[in-house]
């Protein structure tokens, strides 16, 4: 059985070569819990984090095999800590602080955080700072973690910093509402200058993407897959990236 997926791995790894391929994909790497249930019942959903944590350190290395340019990934929505209780969130801002070290420290990637930092504990922020300022400049992969992320509170604040930069200007409400541009409030968003995802893949069969980059996803192609976060393997990441290579995308025409 292993020689069988072995081989057919392969043979999806050459049928790539030549084809488009994504330069931005986002993953929301969902189903972490519903594995912990299944595999470990009984037992605390920390043992679902982890393993979603470990396939993410897997992940990154395979979008780096293959030359993809920005990977964004989501791991802690700003729902997550409104509902969780603290005994199940501060393990998983644990597991989450340890995995941002972990991209940091391995000299490959350049990591960005994106999202509300101020609504964690200031310790864990603090950290997660730590470690992506040790990143910066650094080429390679850029790797953005979205943490304590919300797609509706991005916007917000979004507006927030572009009507404060521009009442500093001296600009009037009434002028901002008559000259605002689209371009205006992306640059505004956590993730500023870079391009949008061109692939957005989400695990555990759910199909909606619950506010995830609202903004940039506008015109991201979209691609779910049936596996639970921590089961998702390399064969399932390449069918999702054959099934983007044979679109044609039209950018919303």
Known sequence: MQLAYSAYERRLRRALAGATLPNHIAVMADGNRRWARANSPGRA?????????????????????????????WVLSTENLKR?????????????????????????????LVGALDLLPDDVAASLHAAERSTENRPGMHINVAVSYGGRRELADAVRALLRDEAARGTTLEHLADTLEVDQIAQYLYTKDQPDPDLI???????????????????????????LWPDFRRVDFYRALRSYAQRERRYGL
Do not use: M, N
Request: proline share 2%.
């Open 45 to 73: 959903p920390l043992d679902g984090y982890r393993a979603g944590a470990d396939k993410l350190r897997e992940f990154v290395t395979w979008c780096d095999d293959l030359h993809i340019g920005i990977v964004t990934v």
């Open 201 to 227: 893949i989400r695990t555990s069969g759910e199909q909606r993407l619950s506010g995830f980059l609202t903004w940039q996803s506008a015109h991201s192609e979209l691609y779910f897959c049936e596996a």
């Open 84 to 112: 969780e209780a603290d005994t199940e969130v501060l393990p998983l801002l644990g597991v989450i602080a340890e995995l941002v070290r972990d991209l940091a420290a391995s000299g490959r990637y350049r990591v960005q």
